[in-house]
């Protein structure tokens, strides 16, 4: 067992429904490997985590044919716009730090008590369908 996990910014929003979400549907959705790695995330608060730009632990429990070209996530159909990106900066995370699975939780939760939102995903996804209602 690894002693750190690697993470790309749209994945904390994943993470962020599964931990902070009640009626999280995760596990309906995601493979075993993926949703090991989730529980792994959420029981152990001193597992380090590091910030990445491409693929992470998740891509990699998903199979890396999962992520291809390191691309956006379907939420974002500009191809212009960077989900990781947008996410980091939403939690104030940048690439490259490294922290332990509970201060990355503490920002979650801090992030929803300030926006309302479980995850930056979620935020960005009313958002998007907003826009496309107002078009």
Known sequence: MKDKIFLRGHHLSNLA???LN?????????GDE???????????????????????SICEAAGV?????????????????D???????????KVG???CVSDVLERMIDYQTETGFISPRIKFSKQNKKSEVEK
């Not at 999962?66 to 212009?80: A, H, I, L, N």
């Not at 989900?83 to 995370?93: A, Q």
Request: net charge negative; charged share 40%.
């Open 17 to 19: 429904d599964y931990c």
């Open 97 to 99: 730090e490294t922290y």
């Open 65 to 81: 044919e999962e992520c291809p070209d390191f691309s956006t996530d379907c939420v974002f159909p500009d191809w212009q716009w």
């Open 83 to 93: 989900e990781d990106r947008e996410t980091l900066k939403e939690y104030r995370f």
């Open 34 to 56: 993926i949703m090991d790695l989730y529980d792994r995330f959420r029981d152990n608060p001193e597992l380090s985590v590091e910030l990445v730009d491409g693929l992470d």
């Open 22 to 30: 009640e009626d999280s549907i995760a596990e309906f959705v995601h």
